[in-house]
Structure formats: C-alpha cells, structure tokens
C-alpha cells in the first residue's frame, strides 16, 4: 500500500475496536484515523481520542455525546464530537474514508455498514449480525457500491484465507466450508445442568477475550448458527456445505473442503489481532502483534461432531441456521433479534441459561413476516421482532 490509508472504526471501545487500533498503532505511517465511535463509554472514548487523534467521534447515545464533548473540549483536543446513529452512516460514507472497521455488536451495526457499502469502501466486517438481518439487501448494496467486503471473524477469515484468489471459481472448485468452534465453557459440562449457569459462568470463555453478549453466544452456539448464517451469504455456497465441528484447542480457525477431498487450513494462535491486520491490508500482510503458533508447544489437536447426542442437547440454538437459511426470508433477521433479546435477558437475570434457546425458538415460530426489500424493511422487521420476543419473554418468566 503507498498511500495511507483513512481509517473509521464503528465501535472502538469494543474488544474488536480495542485490538484494531492496537495493530494500527503499530502501523503509524501506513494508517490514519478519521473517525471513533461508541455507544456510551465516555472515558475510553475519551482516552482513545486523546492518543489517536481521529478527526471525528462519535456517540449513539445523545447524553454520553453532550458529555464527551465537553470533555473533549476541556482537554482541548482537536475532535470534532457528533451523537446519534445518523451521525454513525456520516463518518462510515464519508469520501475521505478509504476503509471501515464494522465492530459494532448486533443489528445496530447494519445502518451504517449498509451506508459504507453503498459508498463503496473497504469494509472489514466483524458485525456478523449486518449479514445475518442485512442478507441479500446488505449483499446488494456491496455490490452496487462497488465495496471490497473482507471478513474479520476469525472463522471466516480462515476460509477467506483458505479459498482461491478467484472468487468466480469457489462454488466450482469448493465442496463444503468447515466452521470450527471452541465448544466455549460449558462443552463437557452436562447438558441437564445448564438451566443453573449463571452469567459469569457463561461470560468466562476458555480461549478469546469477548465481550459479554457475544460470550454468552459462544456458550449457547449461537454465535456459530449466526457465523453459519453469515458463511452463506459471504461465500454464496449452500446451507448444504456448510459444517460446524467443535475444534476446542482454537488452533485450526476453520477449513475448505474440495472437491478432491484435499482440505486447506488456516492456522493461528487465538488473537483476534491477526484477521483484522489482514483485513486492513489485504492484499498484503502487515504485523499483527500476535504471538507466533509454536508448533513444538501444541498439544494434541482434537474433533468432536456436532451431532454427537449430548452436543445436541447442549447446542440445540445451533440447528436454527439451516432451519432459518431454508425459511422464509426474514427468518434470519428474526432469530438476531430474537437472540439479543434473550442474551439482555439473560444477563439481567430475567431468565435462566437454558431458556434463551426457548425463546428463540418460541419467536421464530410465532412471527410471519414479509421479504424484507431494503433497509427500511429490515429495521421495521427488527423491531417487531424484538417486540414479539418480549411478549414470548414474558410467558418464561
């Protein structure tokens, strides 16, 4: 890359956010940042400002905006600080931004990863729930934009990593995508004993430092189905070739399968730092600041498959993927919202671990909507998704 490149991070005060401007701090010549954005965390926010210096920050929340702003004016830093989603579309569209980090956690990343798209940016994607609400819409705006959509999810990184340079050839060439996954905190524990999990419990994972909802969704498998979900529309293979097996070391981030039976791999130690450093500079490869694999430290490398009978009653969130890809369109949006209705729930303590799988379960098959056309359809299906889970949630409690 000769020129440097003009950086927007949506959500930097996340774990995602954090590790990007860590690998671009080590970059300083080859990355500049035009924008920040948070929902609420004004002291981060504040902090990061103050060593990054991005030309823009921005707050969803209007009183956490007012309250950065003046802060950022008593330090005098030079920042301009805006609030609202609206304000989130601004500096992911805006024409001096050559690349998008989407880090922001649930549907409320779609907006603006759909705005970036449209202005045909760079947009690494580790907001899967844009691909998982936005499908075939949010896939449309990417290729009327023009937009290079790169994957940061360090499953689907791997598969990126692991597929041909042309990507014409993939259905041609590829038999099946092989997702791995850790099988989070609870893969031995015993499936009658889940309703008594507590949220701690489902927050500390074994091998990746996440935040809280998507901790939970690791426990549940939840995060796989949506990462299943994602896989569909990213590499526009079937529901058919995709695959989930449980890898718990994290070593191996996931496989292709060809059609000669030779698999391709991607191999890495489990540091989220190393699919975003890909991300921004793909072609290329920059570094990352992740510990090196040591080949003579690894233990054994082991599989487990997901239809073994206790996975099944451990993961039963898992299945809903294929259910929802081979559904109505919308189902995928409706099992999202669903989902982050029931992880809130969750962890505020209104229902136990075993009952987020309930009500997903239980708004899925209570809700009928219309294709989604555009992004208006896809918010106003959101929504009433969202209020048709907390009318299920009710009858859990």
């Not at 569209?93 to 990863?113: E, H, K, T």
């Not at 907001?127 to 949010?138: H, P, Q, R, S, Y």
């Not at 979900?229 to 995709?242: S, V």
Request: charged content about 20%.
């Amino acid at each position: 890359m000769n020129k440097q490149q003009c950086i927007t991070i949506l959500g930097s005060t996340g774990s995602i956010g954090t590790s990007t401007l860590d690998v671009l701090s080590r970059h300083p010549s080859q990355y500049r940042i035009h924008a920040l954005t948070a929902s609420s965390q004004v002291d981060l926010m504040l902090s990061q400002c103050a060593r990054f210096k991005p030309e823009v920050a921005v707050m969803v929340q209007e009183l956490a905006g007012r309250k950065l702003a003046e802060r950022v004016q008593a330090e005098g830093l030079p920042v301009q600080v805006l609030w609202g989603a609206a304000a989130l579309d601004e500096v992911a569209s805006a024409p001096q931004v050559d690349a998008v980090m989407a880090a922001i956690v649930g549907a409320a990343g779609l907006s603006p990863c759909i705005a970036a798209a449209r202005a045909g940016k760079r947009l690494m994607l580790a907001n899967k729930e844009a691909l998982v609400v936005g499908g075939d819409v949010f896939m449309r705006a990417v290729r009327e934009g023009g937009a290079l959509l790169l994957p940061i999810d360090s499953e689907h990184s791997a598969i990126f990593q692991s597929l041909p340079e042309d990507a014409s050839s993939w259905q041609r060439r590829v038999q099946k995508i092989i997702l791995t996954a850790s099988g989070g905190p609870f893969r031995t524990r015993d499936p009658r004993t889940l309703r008594d999990v507590t949220p701690e419990q489902a927050c500390a994972h074994p091998n990746w430092v996440m935040g809280r909802k998507i901790s939970v969704d690791s426990a549940t498998m939840m995060n796989k189905a949506l990462e299943v979900i994602e896989a569909r529309y990213l590499f526009g293979l079937l529901p058919d070739q995709l695959e989930v097996v449980i890898h718990p070391q994290s070593v191996i981030h996931s496989m292709v399968q060809y059609r000669d039976h030779s698999v391709v791999a991607q191999l890495g130690t489990p540091d989220m730092r190393v699919p975003i450093a890909y991300g921004l500079s793909w072609p290329e490869r920059i570094e990352s600041g992740a510990a090196a694999l040591d080949f003579h430290a690894l233990a054994a490398m082991t599989f487990e498959a997901m239809d073994e009978p206790e996975h099944v009653l451990r993961f039963p969130g898992l299945r809903l993927a294929w259910e929802t890809l081979r559904g109505a369109p919308g189902s995928c949006a409706i099992l999202n919202a669903a989902n982050e209705v029931a992880v809130e729930a969750f962890l505020n303590k209104r229902i136990r671990f075993d009952q987020i799988h309930e009500l997903n379960r239980a708004t899925l098959d209570s809700l009928v909507c219309t294709p989604p056309e555009c992004l208006d359809d896809l918010l106003a299906l959101d929504v009433r998704s969202r209020q048709e889970a907390e009318r299920n949630l009710t009858c859990l409690m």
